[in-house]
């Protein structure tokens, strides 16, 4: 099997990291060497990583090709991935520039959060072939992914990309409705606002915000979702004592939600050096390296567990036995 | 040492737990004896829970006392949580009713969400002894809880409260400003109100938004916050390229922030039955126990990463020595 990657900054990388890791050739293509040189010493790092999280050793390691130009990469290729930067023209050109050479009947996946999958198919020669494939970073540790086909896309190509991403080791959401930024966007953006509205303000730095997700609800959505949790929340009583409950604050003005911070240079100043101190001494390489070692960790617990409401079992993970 | 836990709900069920777990006698208040006697239930099964967590024993369990009234609960307490209903009468009704017999110096904790703790101190005589600690459900196993002075609280109320959480095994977060909901709430509003016109528009199920948040950001989430996490987004180049990236998304049409979708009868059966269907066989308890393993799980991977940038680790948790 054969990906062509065409983009290769953090999230054309990662995918290319997954694809590699499990047994396929993977065409790249970015303008920029350094980013090339990047995404090959992500993928080495992901591998070791995929090692500890798998119970059955992961398929022989497929092989790269570095591309010149596009089209020479998606040239027989049985996937193709767009990650280049989220701007509307340039996104339909490279859809244009590679049509001649798109194998028929595979998938074009675009990584978009921005842009839905008709708007961008729309009046190219690609448009029944193309869908959003929008993964989480790092892609080759979490199993997300967003699956929104667009208008034209043929449902076996829908069906291909599901049954594809799920042998790359994925747990793909098939999302039934083209909305603007799909359903994690929606929501990352609107947590997100919030969160620069408490610092714009200065109620909360970003080690407070951050502090407060990862002792409390993050700990809680890395194993079950809102509303998983929130029928929790209910007690014995469930879901609907939940509502009862809590649903009345959502009329009180709790949060500022109809306007947006403007992403001022001093605001932008204010969360860059929060942020920088927050990590400390580690540079951003290095605190990747932990988010990756924190993952495998997370997820290898998890899976022990037996998650059956948690992360799912992916064909590489054996269902835990107990004693 | 000894708290007095004034309701035992979800909330305060979880603080009575934690709080003996850790060697506190409890004096515990609520006129509902069904409630008081989960309470004592979960207690049980938060000590074996805790005692898988933590690398030291656990210090010999305290003594439940159940007190026919409040008052008779404070007496001789050395902390005192309040987590009756959100109502505001009701909680200022019983501040008063527990004024003569709380002694003084200690802490007098409200668990509330809804409610600052200026708003509910106003005109008490308990007013210097107030505060919000407000914690995340579990509150046995997750770490969080955020402390809100109000106006009139002491600042050695507020020390001596931040200081006995950490004894208890907490990472409490001094919330610096009073506003409405707090951290946490204000960003989990968002996220739900968001998740709520989701549903409601039939544009996705509980069950995908919660796939989407369990496989994605809420695996983020439990080892780095919003911010850490966004950092690691920009790639070598950091927060500032990904604010220069993704910042002026906040100007697109993504999310339904202005107005708040009407908790209608259907709406809150629509969500009552997709929670339901996800849970499948599972009853509420089960899954809350299943819930607790993966959290334990998380925790355990968690500290085994000896993750400075994610959960911290607390007195009862050695750091980990490498080979």
């Not at 599901?162 to 793909?172: E, N, Q, R, T, Y």
């Not at 915000?209 to 209910?234: C, K, P």
């Amino acid at each position: 099997m054969k990906a062509a990657v065409l983009g290769a900054g953090v999230i054309g990388a990662g995918w290319a990291a997954r694809f590699v890791c499990h047994g396929w050739d993977v065409a790249l293509w970015d303008p920029d060497q350094r980013a090339v040189d990047r995404a090959l010493a992500v993928s080495a790092e992901a591998r070791a990583l995929l090692s500890e999280l798998y119970d059955v050793p992961l398929p022989v390691r497929g092989e790269f090709s570095i591309c010149k130009d596009p089209a020479e990469a998606v040239h027989a290729a049985d996937w193709v991935q767009e990650s280049i930067p989220e701007d509307f023209a340039v996104k339909r050109e490279l859809f244009t520039t590679i049509a001649d050479a798109l194998p028929a009947d595979i998938p074009l996946a675009s990584s978009t959060s921005g842009f839905k999958p008709s708007e961008l198919a729309a009046e190219t020669p690609v448009a029944t072939q193309l869908l959003v494939c929008h993964p989480f970073n790092p892609v080759y540790l979490l199993p997300g992914v967003e699956v929104v086909p667009g208008k034209a896309t043929r449902v076996q190509i829908r069906d291909r990309a599901m049954a594809l991403l799920a042998d790359i080791g994925m747990h793909p959401t098939h999302v039934r409705h083209e909305i603007d930024a799909h359903i994690a966007d929606r929501l990352l953006e609107a947590i997100w606002r919030e969160a620069l509205w408490l610092v714009h303000d200065g109620v909360a730095s970003t080690g407070e915000i951050d502090a407060v997700i990862r002792n409390g609800f993050g700990l809680r959505w890395a194993q079950m979702g809102l509303f998983e949790t929130y029928r929790l929340g209910g007690g014995e009583r469930g879901f609907r004592h939940f509502l009862e409950q809590f649903g009345p604050a959502l009329e009180w003005p709790w949060s500022k939600l109809t306007d947006v911070p403007e992403l001022s240079p001093e605001l932008i100043d204010r969360i860059v050096s929060q942020s920088d101190e927050q990590a400390g001494d580690l540079t951003v390489d290095a605190q990747r390296a932990q988010r990756d070692r924190n993952l495998v960790a997370l997820l290898r617990a998890l899976k022990a567990q037996n998650a059956g409401a948690g992360v799912g079992l992916n064909k590489f993970e054996r269902k835990f036995q107990p004693d």
